[in-house]
């Protein structure tokens, strides 16, 4: 056993060792490996990421520079920052599975939306960030500026305004540590999101142009800019927590510079790791095993490949603390 690890990674060390538990292992050395090597590594978050609080150890794998790009859904994008400045307002609902039609409707009323077994304040988290981003939005197209989602969240987090409502320890907020960095996102279908919502509301009443914010196709151009730039060497794996959209966009971008843009010698993707509860499936792309991702031409027939089938909120924060060496 490893003398050099923390309490967490030496009891997983010993007791992670058949299933789940080993393919879990096993992905987090092989993710290690690859850094070492001097590869990099895009980690991909879909579901409710955020809200479950991944950013306590995501924002602490992006200070050690343990991730290069990450690609999100827009509501992971925009609920970090919602608990950052609204925590103490959200409200737990440890019995979700016995609520009736009724309590739902009366957590509407009450302005809760629910997320599994949590509940995110419409006027302290989404309305809070909304007059704060509406500002960074119109500056920029007063200007003539446009700009990425990100980039405008990255704007808002960095000018200081929110500090003001900060009630989490913000060292655990993976967006601030994102926007310090000014780490690579990509955030495909960022229109369906409560602030691509409410974008979208500003557009319909004529108070912000569409083009004022920059769309998923230039998100895909930027992307395959990136990825050349960056795929040489041991090259670039792939981190996939959960699956949908903030996977299988980012993990296209291979295909379409090999087949679209003709160019024969783009490397594969180089390390691949899924976490997922969905079960092995007929049609979905959550449930594909990481094989079939050869035929689309995605992954190599080398391309170290893992599928943890776990919660990935018990699963995700065990291979970063492996990571870090915790």
Known sequence: MSTTRGPISQF?????????????????????????????MMITLAGAMSTAELGISLAEMIRQDKVSIISCTGA?????IMNLVAHSHYKRVPNYRDLS???????????????????????????????????????????????????????????????QYYEIDPKNSWMLAAAEKNLPIVVPGWEDSTMGNIF?????????????????????????DWYVANSEGKGIGFFQIGGGIAGDFPICVVP????????????????????????????SYSGAVPNEKITWGKLDIHTPKFIVESDATIVAPLMFAWILKM
């Open 200 to 224: 979208a509301s500003y557009v319909i009443k004529g108070q912000l142009k569409a083009a004022t914010m920059k769309s998923g196709i230039e998100y895909m151009a930027w992307l395959a």
């Open 76 to 80: 992971n994008l925009e609920e970090d």
């Open 256 to 283: 379409m510079l090999y087949q679209d843009m003709e160019m024969e010698n783009i490397p594969f993707w180089s390390y691949f790791c899924q976490i997922s509860d969905s079960t092995t499936s007929y049609g």
């Open 101 to 163: 039609p009724q309590d739902e409707w009366d957590l509407l009323e009450s302005h809760y939306n629910r997320v599994t077994d949590t509940c995110i304040p419409e006027e302290e988290a989404f309305r809070r960030l909304q007059k704060h981003i509406y500002k960074v939005w119109k500056d920029a197209e007063d200007a003539g500026e446009r700009y990425f989602p990100h980039e405008y969240m990255y704007r808002m987090l960095l000018s200081g305004d929110l500090e």
């Open 12 to 40: 997983m060390e010993r007791n992670y060792l058949h299933f789940n538990a080993a393919a879990m292992m096993d992905a987090a050395k092989g993710y290690e490996a690859h850094l070492d090597e001097g590869g990099k």
